[in-house]
């Protein structure tokens, strides 16, 4: 089963799903694209408001927008100073105690869950002269797994702020960090949720009045339920995909492709559906041209979580969840897939085949590899070093693999060799 995900055009139009998987053309306004817009200068002044400016909802209200020139320089100093000063209380959110979410209060204990970010955010602007609303709804956050549905009270709270005579979105709460897995409060500010385009918006945020999803043709609770799991850094790295549905249904095998600008490396995983169990070897990512390809297999039968990483090339730390897919299988016996090293993401090298994680020791099997820049590449079995011909970037060979692993090496740079590629190999 292969699954193309075409490009989402997020330029001068977007695409947002409509009943019966069509789509409407919503177009943008004139702060839904990149505008080269420094908020540098503003965003210093924000982070660094003398304690006494910071005493009264007035006083900080009227600091903040000394600088300001116009309404979306309003709206952007409140929000760098919510999200660099007011901490999430994990301790409200995982019902342990009790705290006020009146903005008064927040501003006093610096501390608070959505319901009081937003609730700043609304009375500083208000005070400010901007014209704002809070929003509840629900929200695609801390715990979420996708294709769940959303019953009973809201579980989130956000803003919308009007500026030029058009309204745009606001998440101070989601812009000033994050919950871990391990529940810990961890700040990282995200300019993602800072006036986000609607059509993205979407993915993450359903309000309880449609009118605040500011779209022209608004989504249904179940077609917001049904939508791909995209997080900030998704929209942040220039990803686009075109699969809009959440939850896909397989057979033994699907294949993904995700377009990705040329600076951005991705990776993927695959977990058992309810243990979050992770499957080494059963999700296999790799470049091709201007996107990822993303091979998955299934052990068996049942229901899976495919998640996606993805990072800056020059980026040293971690790669970020990008997405997440669910998938129920209907049949498995999918074997494993090799494992790949640093090296094999960094060049962009394309493996062709063996797709197989285990190789029986004895066979010939037929090696084929793009590897971008590679002066000379070998598959090692045990002793044995077989040299692939090339063709430009394109390597192949016949090589026979020997009990205690095979590994496709390259020489990418000098003269030492680079890991791309491991197989296991048995008898």
Not at 38 to 65: C, F, G, Q, R
């Amino acid at each position: 089963m292969k699954i193309v995900l075409s490009l989402l055009m997020l330029e001068l139009f977007v695409a947002v799903a409509t009943a019966g998987n069509e789509s409407e053309p919503i177009l943008s306004n004139d702060f839904c694209v990149p505008l080269n817009y420094s908020y540098e200068d503003l965003d210093l002044h924000a982070l660094n408001v003398p304690s006494s400016a910071e005493a009264t909802i007035e006083s900080l209200a009227a600091y903040l927008v000394k600088p300001a020139k116009n309404d979306r320089e309003k709206s952007r100093a409140i929000f760098r100073w919510i999200t660099e000063n007011i901490d999430y209380n994990v301790d409200v959110f995982f019902g342990g105690s009790s705290g006020s979410t009146k903005s008064e209060d927040v501003l006093k204990s610096r501390r608070s869950i959505c319901y009081g970010y937003s609730d700043l955010f609304l009375s500083l602007a208000r005070e400010a002269g901007l014209q704002a609303v809070k929003v509840t709804g629900y929200g695609k956050g801390y715990g979420y797994v996708p294709g769940s549905n959303f019953t009973g009270p809201f579980n989130h709270a956000w803003n919308a702020v009007k500026i030029n005579g058009s309204w745009y979105l606001i998440d101070s709460t989601w812009g000033a960090g994050y919950v871990s897995g391990e529940g810990k409060y961890v700040r990282k500010f995200d300019d993602h949720y800072f006036m986000t385009p609607p059509c993205q918006f979407i993915f993450s945020h359903f309000p309880d009045d449609c009118c605040w999803q500011l779209l022209d043709q608004p989504l249904t609770k179940g077609e917001y339920e049904n939508l791909v799991y995209l997080e900030a850094d998704f929209f942040n790295l220039g990803l686009m995909l075109g699969e809009r549905n959440g939850t896909i249904i397989a057979d033994k095998q699907i294949n993904l492709s995700i377009f990705a600008p040329q600076d951005v490396l991705m990776m993927a995983k695959l977990e058992h559906a309810g243990t979050g169990e992770a499957l080494d070897g059963y999700a296999f990512c790799q470049r091709d041209g201007g996107s990822y390809d993303i091979d998955v297999r299934f052990p068996e039968e049942g229901s899976y979580i495919l998640k996606a990483y993805a990072k800056r090339r020059d980026n040293p730390g971690k790669y970020d969840s990008v997405l997440e897919y669910g998938i129920n299988a209907s049949s498995g016996g999918g074997v494993g897939f090799p494992t790949t090293f640093k090296a094999f993401s960094e060049t962009g090298a394309y493996l062709f085949g063996p797709l197989v994680g285990n190789l029986e020791a004895g066979s010939s099997y037929s090696f084929r590899i793009r590897v971008p820049g590679a002066r000379n590449v070998s598959v090692v079995c045990g002793d044995d070093w077989t040299a692939l011909a090339s063709r430009g970037d394109l390597f192949e060979g016949n090589a026979t693999a020997e009990k205690g692993g095979v590994v496709i090496f390259g020489k990418l740079q000098g003269e030492e060799w680079d890991g791309l590629v491991k197989f296991e190999s048995t008898k």
